[in-house]
């Protein structure tokens, strides 16, 4: 009977669990408590925690060919997820703050500096062209567009990439504050902008339209993301497909948010994610982030001077594409000087720049190194 006993446990995953899947099951269990206690992006960070823990479960071989993820995995390897993701990022955006104010669109692409500096910090590093691209894309503190780019250039480096990206997003106001508060003075974050103008629903209806024909034109690669974006913000400003915007909204994208983030997780396996690349990723992500954050104030800086001061440098920080955690930021931080600044809907226009900005290097980086 203990031969038996012995034979089962043998065929049990406690018999194969070495010190390798118990790293990866703490692993796991952080993303999980820092997405339900600390609240750090809860809607990837619990998926993608989860998906951890089932591909480092001995035998249950779930991403090996015929396994449910393997299959669900298939919407990451051929880039249906992060376009859909987008769709419903679109139908829940409000791009007037960016049509009121277009010069908003030139924080956002500042605000992308992260990702050049950190493709070019990478290569010496050891990093391919293709993967330095992949980690560089981190900078615009997008995680979908980080996914698609991942899984196009360095699908070995998916599962770090994407932890980190989210994991930063996450981690925007511990991040950006100190940053925000070095590169500018008192005065400058006391800054009182004036309201926006109003705009017009023809103007609301264009707007998508014309950016999908024209950054599609321009970067044939942004296409799937920006296209999908857009189509999303149509469905909204249109007002006639409430029942597809709602569904873009909600459905599609808790779905596909599910999907993806389990499938992303699953990819961090042991063996491939316990390196020291993992690490150089990690610690290379931190830095894009902080160099985008930078770019974005810097050029915010440059507006407060050209404008005469009507424009508060802080809102270059929300040029990041983290949506809307980095206008928030950037509002919690004016108010900490004038608690009557109501910088919110002005820090928008950059925000939602952002995500614009970075599909549209993404493509780029595609187009380039692809």
């Known amino acids: 009977m203990w031969q038996q006993f012995i034979e089962f446990f043998q065929s049990t995953g406690f018999a194969a669990v070495g010190w390798q899947q118990c790293v990866m099951y703490l692993i796991s269990f952080t993303l999980i408590y820092l997405a339900v206690k600390k609240g750090y992006e809860p809607l990837l960070l619990i998926p993608i925690g989860f998906g951890m823990l089932l591909a480092n479960l001995p035998f249950a071989n779930l991403m090996d060919k015929g396994g449910l993820l393997y299959w669900l995995y298939r919407g990451v390897k051929l880039g249906i997820y992060p376009p859909l993701i987008f769709l419903g990022v679109g139908a829940m955006t409000d791009f007037s703050p960016l049509i009121a104010r277009p010069q908003s669109m030139l924080l956002g692409a500042a605000a992308q500096l992260g990702i050049f500096t950190t493709f070019l910090g990478a290569i010496p590093l050891g990093f391919t062209l293709p993967q330095a691209g992949s980690i560089g894309i981190m900078g615009g503190a997008d995680g979908p567009t980080a996914i698609f780019l991942a899984s196009k250039l360095a699908p070995e480096l998916l599962a770090p990439i994407a932890i980190a990206a989210y994991s930063y997003m996450a981690l925007v106001p511990i991040i950006q504050p100190p940053i925000m508060r070095a590169l500018t003075t008192k005065k400058e974050r006391s800054v009182v902008m004036e309201q926006l103008r109003p705009v017009s629903k023809t103007e609301l209806i ?165």
Request: some cysteine; aromatic content about 6%; glycine content about 12%.
């Open 206 to 370: 264009l707007f998508p339209i014309l950016v999908a024909l024209l950054t599609s034109l321009l970067v044939p690669s942004a296409a799937a993301l920006i296209g999908c974006l857009m189509l999303g913000n149509l469905f909204r400003e249109s007002g006639v497909v409430d029942r597809l915007s709602k569904t873009a909204q909600n459905e599609l994208i808790n779905i596909v948010t599910i999907f993806l983030g389990t499938t992303v997780g699953a990819t961090a396996n042991a063996q491939l994610f316990l390196s020291v690349g993992t690490l150089k990723i990690i610690l290379l992500g931190l830095i894009a982030f902080s160099f985008s954050t930078v770019g974005g104030v810097l050029f915010g800086k440059l507006m407060y001077k050209a404008s005469g001061g009507k424009i508060n440098p802080l809102i270059g920080a929300a040029g990041v594409s983290a949506v809307p955690m980095a206008a928030r930021v950037a509002h919690k931080v004016g108010q900490e000087e004038n608690p009557g600044n109501w910088l919110l809907m002005h820090a928008m226009g950059p925000n939602v720049a952002g995500v614009i900005g970075s599909a549209i290097a993404a493509g780029i980086l595609l187009t380039t190194l692809g």
